[in-house]
């Protein structure tokens, strides 16, 4: 599903879904009526929580679960062995429409309210505002929620609204997000695109197409970054900065999550198959490893590049630098066939061919890691593509051998 994604131990029996503590330390896997909470750090399974099969779940702060079900809610503390459970019913049913940090906003048809808990329980305060949100969604440090034609920002400590951002009368929203710098959108009547909504003056695209509409978005509030699933079950990655192109990062998905802790961590998941996971890069990485900015063009591309332009596509990647996702280039399909070679080692392959085709002496050790997701021994020589003699360490540099280098 990930080229380079690598397995966990979890299989789906129905349909996923995915919930990354905004720390990426800890991860929900659910599955029916089983949700299991996955140690991102060795992959394994912590524990597992009971959960209804049309429940709402998150995670408060990086290791409580909140589980809304009908009138009940539910948070689960997983931090020790022995994990404590507090326990709410409301009056009417509510659903968890987002969370934030240690706060969770859960919503009915008359109205919100912020949901804490501490040792003595779970608190819920009523949040005043002018009605019920259709939707809501996170951003840095507060809820976005969409009440009739407009998106605002509220506050979960002081339980008030910042801000209101004023859409077009028949605008009706159905995901949203943001960071620090943009509140993005996605509308009923344009499944397939993204709108966004500048804080602050940037010169970034305003909306981003995609070739098909969107069923899911994972985000982070500190990345300006989006993985939108589309119904046909490909993963777009999204630059909502508009400095690199929209890119197919994975296939035949049913189910998405992102978290950022000291890397971006994505996870898949698809019924039938194994969970995968890719560690991708720091955050406070460089964009570009060989040097030159992008077209800030945002286009589309096709599932497969066109035969004539595969060499121009892998260059362009390799010069802006976006370790998320290589594209599809014949000569290194044919080398990882030709010598075996697992599927994760495959971008180190297509940096290095790339940097070949850029007149470059190879690339710098610590990019091979961050398109391998921190393999450093690939980097370094002590790995497969080195014992293959395709990819060697050369003062400082990897670079392709002689004898596949044409």
């Not at 290194?332 to 697992?342: D, N, P, S």
């Not at 290095?352 to 050790?365: F, K, N, Q, R, T």
């Not at 610590?366 to 050369?394: H, M, P, Q």
Request: hydrophobic share 45%; proline share 7%; glycine share 8%.
């Amino acid at each position: 599903m990930i080229v380079g994604g690598k397995e966990l131990a979890i299989v789906p029996v129905g349909r996923p879904r995915i919930s990354v503590a905004r720390d990426a330390r800890l991860a929900l896997i659910v599955d029916e009526t089983t949700a299991s909470v996955v140690d991102l750090s060795t992959g394994t399974v912590r524990g597992t929580i009971e959960v209804p099969p049309a429940c709402d779940i998150g995670w408060l702060d990086g290791s409580a679960v909140i589980v809304v079900a009908q009138a009940r809610t539910r948070v689960i503390d997983t931090s020790s062995q022995t994990p404590q459970v507090f326990d709410r019913t409301f009056a009417a049913p509510m659903r968890l429409s987002a969370t934030c940090a240690s706060a969770a906003l859960l919503s009915d048809e008359t109205g919100a309210s912020v949901i804490t808990c501490s040792a003595t329980g779970i608190t819920a305060h009523s949040f005043p505002a002018r009605g019920a949100p259709s939707v809501a969604g996170t951003g840095a440090g507060r809820f976005l929620v969409a009440i009739g034609s407009s998106i605002e920002e509220w506050d979960p400590v002081a339980r008030s609204s910042r801000r209101r951002l004023r859409l077009p009368e028949s605008t009706r929203v159905r995901a949203l997000g943001g960071t620090e710098r943009t509140v993005w959108f996605i509308a009923h009547e344009t499944p397939a695109r993204i709108d966004t909504l500048v804080l602050v003056a940037l010169n970034q695209p305003k909306v981003h197409e995609l070739p098909e509409p969107i069923a899911q978005v994972a985000a982070h509030p500190r990345l300006e970054l989006l993985w939108c699933l589309g119904v046909s079950g490909r993963v777009y990655l999204v630059d909502l900065d508009g400095r690199t192109k929209q890119r197919i990062v994975a296939d035949h998905v049913e189910a998405i999550g992102v978290g950022v802790g000291t890397a971006i961590t994505l996870l898949v998941a698809r019924t039938g198959h194994p969970v995968e996971v890719s560690v991708t890069s720091t955050v406070a990485a460089k964009r570009s490893p060989i040097g030159r900015k992008p077209d800030a063009a945002v286009a589309a591309p096709p599932p497969i590049p066109d035969p004539a332009r595969w060499r121009d596509e892998l260059v362009d990647w390799t010069r802006h630098g976006d370790v998320m996702g290589a594209p599809i280039a014949p000569a290194v399909a044919a080398l990882a066939e030709r010598f075996a070679f697992r599927a994760e080692l495959l971008p180190a392959i297509a940096l290095c061919y790339g940097a070949h085709l850029c007149g470059e002496s190879g690339v710098p050790l610590v990019d091979i890691t961050l398109v391998l997701g921190g393999l450093w021994d690939e980097a370094l020589g002590r790995g497969e593509l080195a014992s293959k003699r395709v990819v060697l360490t050369v003062e400082s540099r990897a670079e392709l051998s002689a004898v596949v280098r044409r």
